[in-house]
């Protein structure tokens, strides 16, 4: 699909990360991780343009020495959208996407049907839009790591939480449950309000960014998609998606 906004993508990558220092540098078959999460996304060819957004010199310098574009950036972040928004105020960008920089799997279809909402009718209601899909698994939807998202009939967020939402107290009634991918389309206001607004109650709570959007009156749409590959958060992720590579390229 065509849109007629200018449309750019940002990858936030620092490299401390708790639970596994340096991913963002880690070898996927040979590759570092956030270099194959940058081909993927230039490979999707929706973007007017490509950023890594990085307070790493390491991986400014990656991205750079094979031609890709890097935004140092210069504060301490609280968040990803934090570290954006800081590269995002200068832009002319209609259409701002946060793409994880440890997403080594990105494709074309979830992003352009996330990005097919600021063409729909209710586009004008839409601040920022956000990528969710069906849980299935009881032990994920009982996992605090498994961000959760109830919508509402529009498929409007509600309210996200690492507890399952909703509670399943009618057994007559079989819940879905939608899982929070991490991928968010922001207008580029919205995005800079975000970053000028201090942390919010329940946000601080569950420590969930997109929480601060829904406290502060902001709407999010949300779009099902299928199966996103893997996020590489742990070095057991990282071993998961050498097998998924494997896969694909036999």
């Known amino acids: 699909m065509k849109h007629k906004e200018k449309i750019i993508a940002l990858i936030p990558a620092r490299y401390g990360a708790s639970r596994f220092p340096g991913k963002m540098m880690a070898l996927l078959r040979g590759v570092p991780v956030i270099r194959r999460t940058y081909d993927a996304v230039v490979a999707t060819g929706l973007f007017d343009e490509v950023v890594v957004v990085t307070d ?9 020495a ?3 574009k890097i935004f140092m950036s210069r504060k301490t972040h609280e968040t990803g959208s934090d ?3 800081e590269a995002a105020e200068n832009t002319d960008a209609d259409i701002i996407v946060n793409i994880q920089g440890d997403e080594p799997f990105t494709k ?12 729909a009718p209710d586009a004008a209601q839409i601040d920022l839009a956000s990528l ?14 498994y961000v959760k998202v109830a919508v509402d009939l529009n498929h ?7 507890s399952p939402v909703p509670y399943h107290r009618e057994k007559s009634i079989a819940p ?7 991928i968010y389309a922001f207008r580029k206001q919205s995005l800079l309000d975000f970053a000028a607004t201090p942390m919010t109650p329940l946000e601080s709570i569950e420590k969930i960014e997109c929480l601060r959007y829904l406290e502060t009156g902001k709407k999010i749409k949300m779009a099902v998609t299928g199966y996103m590959g893997i996020e590489i958060d742990t070095p057991e ?4 998606a050498e097998a998924l590579l494997d896969e694909i390229n036999n």
Not at 56 to 64: F, L, M, Q, V, Y
Not at 132 to 145: F, K, L
Not at 237 to 240: S, W
């Open 56 to 64: 790493s010199r390491e991986i400014g310098d990656e991205i750079a």
């Open 66 to 68: 094979h031609g890709g």
């Open 83 to 85: 570290r954006i928004a």
């Open 108 to 119: 074309r279809e979830p992003l352009d049907a996330l990005l097919a909402l600021f063409d």
């Open 132 to 145: 969710m899909q069906v849980m299935h698994d009881e032990r994920q939807i009982n996992d605090p790591n």
């Open 156 to 162: 409007f967020a509600l309210m996200f939480s690492r």
């Open 176 to 182: 879905t449950y939608y899982e929070h991918i991490g």
């Open 237 to 240: 992720d990282l071993k998961n």
